[in-house]
């Protein structure tokens, strides 16, 4: 955590119950003050504002400055690693973006429809939002959002086909009936946007957010975030509808990596991260979402972090075992681009990998790698070798890896 439970920024609601006298005194004074910035929306009837505090500043400069590092250390990975990186991100957050919200689903699932994206008979559960997560690492795939009924198109494209029927939006473009969020404990604890035509007026507001010219971006994402859990314009798949487009906005303005890591962030800090939109939603707290947005920018703070750190680690490790690799394997570049291959999927994704996937990776013929293969495993390279489907699929057995390494140095080298 990098400001998390320490931040100054004193909520409202608890001044409310220190002084009634003090509490309409600072509501006023902070909506007029000169750090705060008004937005055109509203949390029940309150005009929403936000304040322009040191934490919140802080925590922009550390996000772009270890940004700058993330991407440095990104580029220096060969092109399999950064494969192999992405997609265990992109699986990750796609299997927890579900389960945050109660929706089933597992690695190997996700994985066989990694497999099979491109397969157009498909019609696999959450093909749609694999398919749009994927797109999130080409800048030249614009999603637009510029009003009611794009969102609405999104929602068709991503959540719709994993909706339940009752669950179909049954207005024009969102729902017509209210709906309440709930507590594990089955306690109401929000009510969104009554009315689709109240609706659709606060998500074209909403989203008027993203053309503001005087709000910073990862302010704009964290309010919108924020706002759309409030408006909450559909029975089922707020949450996903909600992460996903932070996710996509995240990824344009940051590195693509870091909007695969969302979710994952989200989950380590799940009682945090509901408590600040209950916080908001709350009247006392006059429209101030301040404090959503500081706990927000920290969120996205720890993701920027800990994937920098955990490339910093894989990265030393892959140095390492190049040099053991490539003294065992002083003049053989194949084996040696086999072997590495395997090293890079193991550490990022700990995913086997058949001969034709090592083939695309490392550009060599898929029966030569057939041979390399079977030649690895005849020196005592620790392969895992299973059946998936009718072909076999290969991994290193790292910790054994490393002791052979270790050993392959003591014996061959003088």
């Known amino acids: 955590?990098?400001?998390?439970?320490?931040?100054?920024?004193?909520?409202?609601?608890?001044?409310?119950?220190?002084?009634?006298?003090?509490?309409?005194?600072?509501?006023?004074?902070?909506?007029?003050?000169?750090?705060a910035v008004r937005l055109p929306l509203t949390i029940h009837d309150n005009e929403v504002f936000y304040v322009n505090t040191n934490e919140m500043m802080l925590l922009q400069e550390r996000i772009y400055l270890k940004t700058v590092k993330l991407r440095s250390l990104s580029e220096r990975l060969p092109s399999a690693a950064r494969y192999f990186c992405m997609r265990h991100c992109l699986l990750e957050e796609v299997c927890i973006t579900n389960n945050i919200e109660g929706v089933s689903s597992n690695r190997n699932e996700l994985s066989e429809l990694y497999r099979n994206i491109n397969n157009q008979n498909s019609k696999a559960r959450f093909k749609g939002l694999m398919l749009k997560y994927l797109k999130l690492t080409d800048h030249s795939h614009v999603i637009p959002l510029r009003n009611s009924r794009d969102l609405r198109n999104l929602y068709n494209e991503i959540i719709l086909p994993e909706i339940s029927p009752e669950d179909i939006p049954d207005g024009e473009i969102f729902r017509k009936a209210s709906v309440s969020v709930m507590t594990v404990t089955d306690r109401e604890c929000h009510t969104g946007v009554h009315g689709e035509k109240n609706i659709i007026m606060?998500?074209?507001?909403?989203?008027?957010?993203?053309?503001?010219?005087?709000?910073?971006?990862?302010?704009?994402?964290?309010?919108?975030?924020?706002?759309?859990?409030y408006i909450h314009p559909f029975?089922?798949?707020?949450?996903?509808?909600?992460?996903?487009?932070?996710?996509?906005?995240?990824?344009r303005v940051l590195n693509p990596l870091v909007s695969y890591r969302l979710s994952y962030t989200i989950q380590e800090r799940k009682r945090e991260y509901y408590k600040a939109f209950d916080d908001c939603n709350n009247t006392k707290n006059f429209g101030d979402i301040t404090s959503f947005i500081i706990m927000f920018?920290?969120?996205?703070?720890?993701?920027?972090?800990?994937?920098?750190?955990?490339?910093?680690?894989?990265?030393?490790?892959?140095?390492?075992?190049?040099?053991?690799?490539?003294?065992?394997?002083?003049?053989?570049?194949?084996?040696?681009?086999?072997?590495?291959?395997?090293?890079?999927?193991?550490?990022?994704?700990?995913?086997?990998?058949?001969?034709?996937?090592?083939?695309?990776?490392?550009?060599?013929?898929?029966?030569?790698?057939?041979m390399i293969l079977k030649e690895l495993s005849g020196i005592g390279v620790p392969l895992s070798v299973q059946k998936s489907g009718r072909r076999n699929v290969y991994k290193l057995k790292m910790p054994e890896f490393e002791v052979f390494c270790k050993g392959f140095r003591q014996e061959k080298l003088p």
């Not at 996903?244 to 995240?250: D, E, K, M, T």
């Open 1 to 35: 955590m990098i400001m998390g439970d320490n931040m100054s920024y004193e909520l409202l609601s608890k001044l409310y119950y220190k002084s009634g006298e003090k509490y309409h005194e600072e509501c006023i004074n902070r909506r007029n003050s000169v750090s």
């Open 202 to 229: 606060h998500v074209d507001n909403m989203l008027g957010i993203l053309r503001s010219r005087t709000i910073p971006s990862l302010v704009q994402i964290a309010v919108i975030h924020y706002y759309f859990g």
């Open 235 to 251: 029975y089922d798949g707020n949450g996903r509808m909600s992460r996903f487009i932070s996710s996509y906005l995240i990824g």
């Open 297 to 370: 920018l920290d969120i996205i703070c720890s993701a920027v972090y800990e994937l920098t750190e955990k490339l910093e680690r894989i990265t030393s490790m892959l140095d390492y075992f190049w040099i053991c690799i490539s003294r065992i394997f002083p003049q053989n570049s194949r084996h040696k681009s086999v072997l590495f291959i395997l090293v890079q999927s193991t550490l990022f994704d700990n995913e086997s990998l058949d001969t034709e996937a090592v083939s695309s990776a490392s550009g060599i013929p898929e029966s030569s790698v057939r």
